[in-house]
């Protein structure tokens, strides 16, 4: 290879991927004067997951991106980062069902009106039996949740978008997730809110309603999420201590054997080589372990690391207001799309055209099945289809289409992740003191753009106390709801004293892990069982 299409970097910190976690971390350790080089897979976009993607001059998100934290360090850092460019939007999002739309927290007469007398009768009927005739064996999701609200409310509102979601049967989910997910909310306190809602008597912003309590107006960048990692991505290059690298993926990462790293990244432009004293990844961990030299003992724990993926199918239609709702849920089996977003009610600057509109499919799969293998304008057809199945639009008026696939968008929790990530985990920290996970990949857990954010922010600090001082793997798991209460309501870092527990504005952030599936542990005796057959 030429000298042309070989270059060599010698940087304070090689950081992997330019997403939220990545960006946030180059952007902090520039400013504090390390000098830092970010590579990036993707040739054009940064943000990751949160990245906004253009075509013929419309933008849509990867999935909805709110910005809500109730860490005010975070909060501090967009309005740094990004500081003229915030809109306030209002949400609005509905549960969409065999041609009716339920509001999103449900409202009890628009309900029972959508329902019917008769098919009202029938949840009511369904929910009282399962009280007086619970199962006693609750093992699964589907186990759960019909003991709380009856077999049918639990296929109306619950089975079809789960199973969409996930790739999974309700009944192969562990009925721990269900406990954690719907945690505080029974069908007789929604019946009750809901009746309240209906007629104006709760309290604003967000109505009285008290278990998982969702935001009424939100934040969001005039342009689309990704307006903030291109900003974040320009003043780390602009500050003259770090380049983003596009186009690159990682080749390896190598230990120099003096506690710092080398790491190659190829790209069609020839290879890159970063030598470092530190590294941040933020790539998903079954992908560094196979990269790493030499290869970590846990690689057969990264291996067995799963991930759902994802694909946008984004349509741009004539009309300026298709529906009023910022994104649809699709509770209906008759349609594979997963949920509807509208970006002109997420930002009508995102729209070019005021005549036009820009609504985009979400579709959960797995790489490589049947959606993802799709052709681009067979998906395009796909979502037009449905689009008018569903009743939201004249597919006459579909004037083009674009296709976005997200892999490894979801981290699966299985019953075997927590061990597996532990493993990796525990070796790399012993071996490896200035090799750093961040993220939602990089730590295999689904967490939320501000949990992201923290983990880097944490780990920035570390670099720059020479130790770890912060350990960014303590997240409470069972924390509450990331948008309940108000935006920034945690107070500032403060000075450390003991330089070692995280502030609570820091633990903010780190708790707004959102929940995911796991599925049914087998019992010891079956599992021992199995293993022996």
Known sequence: MSEAQSQVLNVDVAIIGAGPAGLTAGYLLTKAGKSVAIIEKDETYVGGISRTVEHEGYRFDIGGHRFFSKSKQVVDLWNEILPDDFIERPRMSRIYYEGKFYSYPLRAFEALRNLGLWRSTVCMASYLWARVFPNRNVRSFEDWTTNQFGKKLYSIFFKTYTEKVWGMPCDEMSADWA??????????????????????????????????????????????????????????????????????????????????????????????????????????????????????????????????????????????????????????????????????????????????????????????????????????ALATKEMEILGLLDPAKVKSGAVVRQEKAYPVYDEDYAANVAAMREELEAKYPTLHLVGRNGMHRYNNQDHAMMTAMLSVENILAGERVYDIWCVNEDAEYHEAGDEGAERALPARENGREVSEDQAAALNSMRDVPTRIVEDDDSGDARRAA
């Open 179 to 380: 406990a954690q997910r719907i945690k505080g909310l029974s069908l007789m306190g929604a019946v009750v809110d809901g009746v309240k809602r209906s007629l104006g008597l709760n309290k604003k912003p967000n109505d009285g309603m008290q278990a998982k309590t969702l935001l009424e107006n939100f934040r969001y960048p005039r342009l689309g999420p990704g307006m903030m990692w291109e900003a974040a991505r320009d003043k780390i290059i602009a500050s003259g201590r770090g380049q983003v690298i596009m186009g690159h993926a990682l080749d390896q990462l190598a230990s120099d054997g003096r506690g710092g790293w080398r790491m190659t990244a190829k790209g069609e432009g020839g290879i890159v080589t970063i030598e470092a004293d530190h590294a941040i990844s933020s790539a998903p961990m079954r992908q560094l372990a196979r990269r790493m030299h030499p290869l970590p003992q846990s690689t057969f724990h990264a291996n067995e690391l799963k991930y759902r993926d994802f694909l946008t199918v984004a349509l741009m239609v004539e009309g300026e207001d298709l529906f009023p709702d910022n994104w649809i849920y699709i509770h209906d089996s008759k349609v594979k799309v997963g949920r509807v977003q509208n970006f002109r009610s997420w930002s009508p600057e995102m729209i070019p055209d005021e005549k036009m509109a820009c609504v985009g499919l979400e579709y959960f799969c797995f790489e490589g099945d049947g959606l993802w293998s799709m052709e681009d304008d067979d998906l395009v």
